[in-house]
């Protein structure tokens, strides 16, 4: 099956500074690519849609100054958390989707990101 | 998009059929059902999907209601390694857009 790489799997930081987590597709190309947060003991809450060459569109609720979304080709979109506080410590995990909307979307492993 | 209902909790023994049902009555006709499941501090795995028809592969099969309202998904001899959280998801084929519910955690006992 297809396959979604994240990297870092998982990143520690201090308050204040800013974190970028990368999501490829290994082995097709994405059209769209979506990013999900999830805290402990909770479901995985999706935070935007992400186009290649466009704007990401973002789900009500997530501030797109903070939460920095980039899909610059069709097989990487990296997340950047800007000025991270420890209540964007959380597991961020990336899904692809290859064609048509309704087609299966593969999930990345996540990232784990703790901020101090 | 459309809510769904699953019960919060199951179990099921090791060697038999699991069947975890799924409540989706306001779908809409551009809806399609997805499953996946999560192990724990994992990103979810795809299981099946369907919109209208019955569907199977080499994981599971997904019975779907003639009026769309509901859906069974079917493992069809659990093993350990099934133990996870199963989410039924009513995703519009409009915007590919996954809301996840709270999902049914699946406890394969021996």
């Known amino acids: 099956g297809a396959v979604v790489s994240q990297h870092p799997s998982w990143v520690i930081c201090k ?6 987590i990368e999501c ?3 082995d097709f190309q994405a059209t769209t690519m979506f990013w999900y947060r999830q805290f402990p003991k909770q479901s995985l809450m999706l935070m935007a849609t992400s186009n ?27 997340l950047t958390v800007t000025s991270a506080h420890p209540e964007d410590s959380s597991f961020y995990i990336c899904s692809a989707v290859e064609g048509a909307l309704e087609e299966t979307q593969y999930f990345g492993p996540g990232t784990r ?4 | 998009d459309a809510k769904t209902t699953q019960p919060t909790s199951m179990d ?16 809409s006709g551009n809806e399609y059902v997805y499953w996946y499941r999560q192990i724990h501090s994992q990103g979810p795995q ?12 080499e994981m599971a099969s997904l019975i779907i209601t003639e ?12 093993t350990l390694r099934d133990t996870a959280v199963y989410y039924c998801i009513a995703g519009s084929s409009n915007t590919g857009k996954l809301i996840f519910g709270q ?3 699946l406890q394969v006992k021996p």
Not at chain 1, 62 to 78: G, P, Q, R, Y
Not at chain 1, 113 to 116: A, E, H, N, R, T
């Open chain 1, 15 to 20: 308050s204040g500074t800013s974190v970028k």
């Open chain 1, 24 to 26: 490829r597709s290994l």
């Open chain 1, 52 to 78: 290649e060459g466009s704007k990401a569109t973002y789900e009500q609720g997530v501030e797109k100054d903070k939460f920095l979304i980039n899909h610059a080709s069709l097989t990487l979109s990296t």
């Open chain 1, 113 to 116: 990101l703790l901020v101090l």
């Open chain 2, 12 to 27: 099921c023994a090791e060697g038999r059929a699991a069947n975890l049902p799924c409540n989706h009555s306001t779908i």
């Open chain 2, 46 to 57: 795809y299981i099946i999907h369907g919109l209208k028809n019955n569907e199977t592969n």
């Open chain 2, 67 to 78: 009026d769309r309202k509901s859906s069974t998904l079917i493992l069809p001899h659990a």
């Open chain 2, 103 to 105: 999902g049914t955690t």
